[in-house]
């Protein structure tokens, strides 16, 4: 199974940005879909971005506009910049492979990382 390792929360005043990172552990060309999701305290995990092989990026349409989902199959990485930040984004951020994959000849279910804390202050 490919382990994800988010990076790049922290505190943030509103309208600033953030670049948050997810390294995987092994290959993710063989990953169709990778995506950022989130859960604000005392609310449900919410789906933010997400990037599936032959389909358009999709949003949340609480983000649209300013983030931005991108992945590098060669660097194993998935990206989630989010700009002109609000104070209805705090949450704790998770890189999720949802359908799960294949890494290499290894094929596994859901995959999730263990989240990096995003705060923005007003």
């Known amino acids: 199974q490919v382990q994800l390792v988010e990076s790049g929360g922290g505190l943030v005043q509103a309208g600033g940005s953030l670049r948050l990172s997810c390294a995987a552990s092994?290959?993710?060309?063989?990953?169709?879909?990778m995506g950022w999701y989130r859960q604000a305290p005392g609310k449900g995990r919410e789906l933010v971005a997400r990037?599936?092989?032959?389909?358009?990026?999709y949003y949340t349409d609480a983000v649209k506009g300013r983030f931005t989902i991108s992945r590098d199959d060669v660097k194993r990485t998935l990206d989630l910049q989010m700009n002109s930040l609000k104070s209805e984004d705090t949450a704790m951020y998770y890189c999720?492979?949802?359908?799960?994959?294949?890494?290499?000849?290894?094929?596994?279910?859901?995959?999730w990382g263990q989240g990096t804390q995003v705060t923005v202050s007003s």
């Open positions: 092994g290959s993710i060309f063989k990953i169709n879909t």
């Open positions: 999720a492979a949802p359908e799960g994959g294949c890494s290499g000849s290894v094929c596994f279910g859901p995959s």
């Open positions: 990037l599936r092989r032959g389909d358009n990026a």
